[in-house]
């Protein structure tokens, strides 16, 4: 599942004016740049069916040049099931995971993520995949993001929700819940599977 042109188009649109606000001197330059981003709001607003000042505010809260986010998500494992949170957003189960936070490393952020959405302490053994989110299934998205996914041992804690989640449970693969395929796909949770089961399998990318 792809992002259509127009939402390709609207990302490349918003890049080249982020960097324009970003490095450009000149008055009437800066208020071009504003302006294409505006057009840029108006384009995703339409085909996304939402109010434009909605897509106007997430676009001018993303300041300086733009470069793609970043998502970790811990694959964790107990006899052969893996740990997945609901997602109060939409119902969907998903591995726990969400955007890294700034002086934080990959490890330190997933550690951090599985604890607060699962109640978990675990440690980041291995970097199972680093992929492109719009190539692995997912739904289009405003931004453009990059997914990385740990294997996990885990050390103790308890399940629990939190202000996102709405449970933690452990799953058999062959008998997974809805999926939230926003943030996890059957295939990402497949790949990881396969690195839990062969720690020597070289980490998958793109």
Partial sequence: MSNP???????????LASAGLTYSQNKFDVERFHAINDIVAEIMAEHAGVDDSVIKTLLDSQAGYQTPKVDARGAVFQEDKVLLVKELADGGWTLPGGWMDVDETPSEAVAREVREEAGYIVRAVKLAAVYDRRL???PPYLFHSYKLFFICDLLGGEATTSIETGGAEFFALDALPPLSIARTTLEEIQCCYAHHHQPDLPTDFD
């Fill in 5 to 15: 042109k127009w939402l390709e188009w609207s990302q490349k649109l918003n890049m």
């Fill in 136 to 138: 692995h299934g997912h």
